[in-house]
């Protein structure tokens, strides 16, 4: 509800590094996490076509969903959560 609180500055590079943060830590602690936000991840393989983009990008998804938000006027953290609502309902319906 209020990702600014975690997230400094709404950036999505905060944003990515905390989660895989999170995922090298369930490695190490715990079962290991399903992450769907790795670099060739679920995430990113669904997100490229819906950003008009043909191939993954190197730069990763933090980054290309900063650039259309810039693009749009949007903030990049409300974009993320528009996108990551999308991707819910599309890729796995019900499961999330």
């Known amino acids: 509800m209020r990702p600014g609180m ?4 709404g950036s999505l590079l905060e944003l990515q590094s905390i989660l895989f943060g999170y995922r090298v830590a369930s490695e190490i602690y ?3 996490a ?5 670099p060739q991840g679920p995430f990113a ?7 008009g983009m043909s191939y993954g990008s190197s730069l ?3 980054v290309e969903i900063t650039k259309a938000a810039e693009a749009t006027d949007r ?10 609502d999308e991707f819910k ?4 319906p019900g499961a999330r």
């Open 6 to 9: 975690f997230v400094r500055k």
């Open 89 to 92: 309902t599309e890729y796995a």
């Open 30 to 32: 715990g079962p290991a």
């Open 75 to 84: 903030p990049a953290v409300e974009l993320f959560f528009a996108l990551l």
């Open 45 to 51: 393989a669904w997100l490229w076509p819906r950003l």
């Open 60 to 62: 990763g998804w933090a």
């Open 34 to 38: 399903v992450m769907d936000f790795e």
